[in-house]
């Protein structure tokens, strides 16, 4: 038995439910076919999240997922471009013709890299840097000695995934114009992973503390606003309070998934709500990290 799961058309952290609804229990009770053949549009979010649903797939055993490809052929291309299918070759049966085109960074794009250990961090954090003047100085107008911080939010990210997740990750992140309501140019980093999530994470020392309202939100909650971490020693659970300084000066938005809820810091030049819970499981954590350039930009 197979069963379709098809991608939203426009596909990100806003649409990222639809797709985790539709694919259902986890793990599934079929082999999954990703249909993705009517995407016109795909955020970074939504290449790493795609990349870390065949990842748990594959963790938990289950049969290799299909996986069509964009027909739109501007879309296809840019998949290609984004590094996407270089690693999706090994998670998802593919169908379609991959098109020829290099992929790698440009000065907007850092393309789709994998996690694995810290090694891979420093990478990252190496590709963003050579990319981040271009990236944030040219593309946001932000200066040039903020680049450095910039890699760092990154870093962090990365980091997380290293130290918490006990599973493989992905980052990417590309600069384009925010239409929908911000009309500017924003940089948007997406990190995810297809580990144990924050519950589990943090339940071991946070759970009993917390109490009733234990669980996925309450969790989220607890790394990012109380900068908790899973390690006793003092100073420890330091990295997502960098990236929320650093998101909170530059006036942007982060926001965390996993499990059944996802948490916002929301700046006023979005509608999201701070935190939804009970919305479709989804194995790991998806980060998003939305940086706007300045007014006067």
């Known amino acids: 038995m197979t069963r379709v799961v098809e991608v939203p058309s426009s596909f990100d952290d806003r649409s990222f ?19 993705a053949r009517g995407v016109q549009w795909v955020s970074p979010y939504g290449l790493v999240g795609l990349l870390s649903a065949a990842q748990a797939l594959k963790d938990q055993a289950c049969p290799l997922p299909l996986f069509t490809m964009p027909q739109n052929d501007d879309v296809n291309r840019y998949w290609a471009r984004s590094g996407f299918y270089e690693h999706a070759e090994g998670l998802f049966e593919l169908h379609g013709k991959v098109p020829k085109h290099a992929g790698g960074n440009t000065e907007t794009l850092l393309a789709v890299s994998p996690i694995r250990a810290i090694d891979d961090v420093h990478k990252a954090v190496t590709d963003i840097s050579t990319n981040a003047a271009r990236i ?3 593309q946001l107008g932000i200066k040039a000695q903020e680049t ?28 384009y114009t925010w239409r929908r309501k911000l009309g500017r140019k ?9 580990g144990i999530g924050f519950r589990r994470s943090l339940e071991a020392l946070h759970a009993r503390r917390i109490g009733d309202r234990w669980g996925d939100g309450a969790a989220i909650e607890a790394g990012l606003i109380q900068n908790v971490s899973r390690f006793r020693d003092p100073g420890r659970g ?14 942007g938005k982060i ?12 700046p006023k030049w979005d509608d999201d709500v701070p935190l939804a819970e009970h919305i479709p499981y989804f ?11 300045p007014e006067a930009a």
């Open 17 to 35: 439910d639809q797709f985790a609804g539709a694919i259902g229990a986890w793990p599934p009770d079929a082999r999954l076919l990703i249909d």
């Open 136 to 138: 944030v100085v040219e």
């Open 148 to 175: 450095m911080r910039f890699g760092m939010a990154l870093s962090e990210a990365c980091q997380n995934i290293v130290e918490h997740s006990g599973s493989i990750g992905w980052v990417a992140a590309q600069s």
């Open 186 to 194: 924003v940089v948007v980093m997406a990190v995810s992973d297809s």
């Open 238 to 251: 330091q990295g997502l309070a960098l990236i929320k300084r650093f998101v909170l000066q530059w006036d």
């Open 255 to 266: 926001a965390i998934r996993s499990g059944t809820a996802r948490l916002s810091i929301v």
């Open 283 to 293: 194995p790991g954590s998806q980060v998003q990290i939305t940086i706007p350039a």
